[in-house]
Nanobody, 121 residues
Framework: VQLQASGGGLVQAGESLSLSCAAS????????MGWFRQAPGKEREFVAA????????YYADSVKGRFTISRDSAKNTVYLRMNVLSPLDTAVYYC???????????????WGQGTLVTVSS
């Protein structure tokens, strides 16, 4: 049972970055997939989520229009495409699984290890 996030790195403001999260050990299509982030000294916050069949997506207001979440059931992978990044997006990004849609971290039972995104100004 694993969620393996990858794709983080250092980029400049205005650039783009894509994160991936590969899931194993559970039936991928049974779960809502979410992305959360936690900046230094701050609480973990909701970024985006996608329904089990990929038909419904949810975004935090702070990323709406800039970030896109998607999933590939054949690859058991969820993606987060991040455009027009700003230093405020700097954080450790976590993927997570939940049996139902939720914007709260407490709704997600399974978590990946996190991948660091650093945006320089």
């Amino acid at each position: 049972v694993q969620l393996q996030a990858s794709g983080g790195g250092l980029v400049q403001a205005g650039e783009s970055l894509s994160l991936s999260c590969a899931a194993s050990g559970r039936t991928f299509s049974n779960y809502v997939m979410g992305w959360f982030r936690q900046a230094p000294g701050k609480e973990r916050e909701f970024v985006a989520a996608i329904s089990q069949n990929g038909g419904t997506t949810y975004y935090a207001d702070s990323v709406k229009g800039r970030f896109t979440i998607s999933r590939d059931s054949a690859k058991n992978t969820v993606y987060l495409r991040m455009n027009v990044l700003s230093p405020l997006d700097t954080a450790v990004y976590y993927c997570a699984q939940s049996p139902f849609p939720s914007r709260s971290w407490s709704g997600y039972a399974y978590w990946g290890q996190g991948t660091l995104v650093t945006v320089s100004s």
